[in-house]
């Protein structure tokens, strides 16, 4: 009876995942691009009341704010998740009856720095005021007038319990304040629709990343040199870096600078340079590395045994970042 109870959990959630929830797959694959480079990334799995059914979305680190001391999800006493939402979203949520049925006033925030240099990589930019709305919805322990936890005796304990308030960023109204545990339970557990995805551990609440790796690495000196000049030398916007193919004229009084024209001293890339290239390269298939030894370099005469065995241990994971992930 287990085994069949297994069974048709597994198809129903194969069901579910492949063919009713159409944003898994492709916000999965979003995340796991996303992962190596922030280092943190979180997907939120709830029911979407405008579509009726499951959903589980990608959510950047960006756009999940957490406290400072938090270390965790689970034990953070608050997460705000910022919601970007088009005018008829907002509309479909307020007659649904999920958000409250007032005006609200659409953000005219600029994007943060880490939304200007996805652009700047993508080649995109913002050309049109469009009525975007941003809302703050915070997963929040309250103790609220009237619905305070109480003791067996009806005695207020003064215990904060979970709650999911929604605000309106541009007017700062409250939109929804709804429930985040189960009523009559005797433990007010709060439900978690987060899920964390971390790439490797980090120091704090956020995992860290192959950016985060390679930024404590040597070698910049070596590759970006630095140097003297004479104090007498004046040279015009100094300012600003120098343009390739760019020749900025120079004031050096009582002297001559090489018949008045010097290139400037470029170098071909420094042997550090590679190095250091290639440390990365393998430090990264040493991250992702899934099998102990090639398949492809075992003997053509090998038993059929050996054969099979090699290929079982080949398909097996072996890195500890897909483990982190599978957990």
Do not use: C
Request: aromatic share 8%; hydrophobic share 35%; no cysteine.
């Amino acid at each position: 009876a287990r085994e069949d109870q297994a069974t048709r959990v597994k198809d129903f959630m194969n069901y579910q995942i492949m063919d009713v929830m159409e944003e898994y797959d492709p916000d999965m694959d979003q995340l796991l691009f996303y992962l190596p480079l922030s280092g943190s990334t979180f997907k939120k799995v709830y029911f979407d009341e405008a579509k009726q059914r499951a959903v589980a979305k990608f959510v950047p680190a960006q756009d999940l704010v957490v406290p400072y001391m938090a270390s965790d999800l689970q034990t953070s006493p608050r997460v705000t998740h910022v919601l970007r939402m088009d005018t008829n979203e907002i509309r479909k949520m307020q007659v649904a009856g999920f958000y409250r049925d007032i005006e609200i006033t659409a953000s005219e925030g600029e994007a943060d720095e880490v939304r200007q240099k996805v652009d700047e990589i993508q080649g995109t930019s913002k050309t049109y005021s469009d009525d975007t709305y941003t809302l703050l919805e915070m997963h929040i322990d309250l103790d609220l007038e009237g619905f305070e936890d109480m003791t067996p005796e009806g005695e207020p304990t003064g215990i904060q319990l979970p709650y999911i308030v929604t605000i309106d960023e541009g007017s700062g109204k409250i939109l929804s304040i709804r429930r985040n545990f189960d009523e009559g339970t005797l433990l007010a557990k709060k439900r978690q629709y987060f899920v964390h995805y971390k790439f490797m551990p980090g120091l704090g609440f956020y995992g860290f990343g192959l950016i985060h790796m390679i930024g404590g690495l040597g070698g910049t000196l070596a590759n970006l040199p630095a140097g003297f000049k004479a104090r007498g030398v004046r040279v015009r916007n100094d300012d600003e870096p120098l343009q390739p193919g760019e020749w900025r004229d120079i004031d050096a009084p009582g002297g001559n600078i090489r018949d008045a024209i010097i290139p400037l001293p470029y170098k071909e890339p420094s042997g550090t340079l590679s190095q250091l290239l290639g440390a990365l390269i393998e430090g990264g298939r040493r991250f992702i590395s899934l099998a102990d030894q090639k398949t492809g370099d075992m003997n053509s005469e090998a038993p059929v045994g050996t054969t099979v065995a090699l290929l079982e241990r080949g398909m097996k994971v072996m890195s500890a970042i897909h483990k982190r992930l599978h957990y």
